[in-house]
């Protein structure tokens, strides 16, 4: 079975502060990709990355980063100098390569920056 | 390029009534996903189609839901005899085919019951 935890519920920032956003993954599939997918108060999701378990190399986009680590088992994501528009739910997903293609969401972190 | 649609964007229904929510996908994409989101809660999966494959109904919540997808394209998602713990945000997403490719959402019908 796979599972994903997203830890923090809700995470309350000052604007320019940076902000680590946590998801920990389970899965018996030893090929799986992950996902980050943000959902702003508008309400529809959009895809933000894709990491498979295969290549650990962070990536940086901007003012976004993660940090995939198999040996902990977490796919983290940073944001630095965070920005009321980053205002959002944010979804961690998994979809493991062994069945189903049916992806495995975290319950998402509600980030709220502050002005 | 057109993305994910969903209509309506809202529907207000009275309790026991059926409704019929319609999902368009992106064009090519071979996979389709219905969800419900609850006011403040995650994604709860509810149907799967895969090209002409039988779909995956394993997140149906009850008999009254039910869905279809004509040609391999639009899907109708439709709830009958609603009931109050209905209301709810149904999403719907679809992909290309394969593990590794992202789903791309629609903005969703919000379904309200009275």
């Known amino acids: 079975a796979q599972k994903v935890t997203q830890a923090q519920t809700e995470i309350s920032v000052v604007e320019k502060e940076d902000v680590t956003l946590d998801c920990v993954y389970e899965?018996?599939?030893?090929?799986?990709?992950l996902f980050w997918y943000k959902q702003p108060p508008s309400g529809e999701l959009v895809f933000l990355i894709r990491r498979n378990s295969f290549d650990e190399q962070n990536e940086i986009s901007g003012r976004y980063s993660w940090n995939f680590q198999k040996s902990t088992s977490s796919f983290n994501f940073t944001i630095t100098a965070s920005q009321v528009v980053d205002s959002a739910v944010y979804f961690c997903?998994?979809?493991?390569?062994?069945?189903?293609?049916?992806?495995?969401f975290g319950r998402g972190t509600s980030l709220i920056v502050h002005p | 390029g057109a993305g994910v649609s969903q209509s309506p964007s809202n529907k207000v229904t009275e309790k026991g009534k059926d409704v019929e929510l319609r999902c368009d996908p992106i064009?090519?994409?071979?996979?389709l996903y219905w969800y419900r989101q609850s006011l403040g809660q995650g994604l709860e999966f509810l149907i799967y189609f895969q090209g002409n494959s039988a779909p995956d109904k394993s997140g149906l919540p009850s008999d009254r839901f039910s869905a279809e997808r004509t040609g391999g394209s639009v899907s109708t998602l439709t709830i009958q005899r609603t009931q109050q713990e209905d209301s709810a945000v149904y999403l719907c997403?679809?992909?290309?085919?394969?593990?590794?490719?992202?789903?791309?959402f629609g903005d969703g019908t919000r379904l309200s019951i009275l």
């Open positions: 899965t018996r599939d030893t090929t799986y990709y």
């Open positions: 064009s090519g994409h071979t996979a």
């Open positions: 997903a998994l979809r493991g390569s062994g069945g189903s293609y049916i992806p495995t």
């Open positions: 997403a679809s992909s290309l085919t394969g593990y590794n490719q992202p789903q791309h």
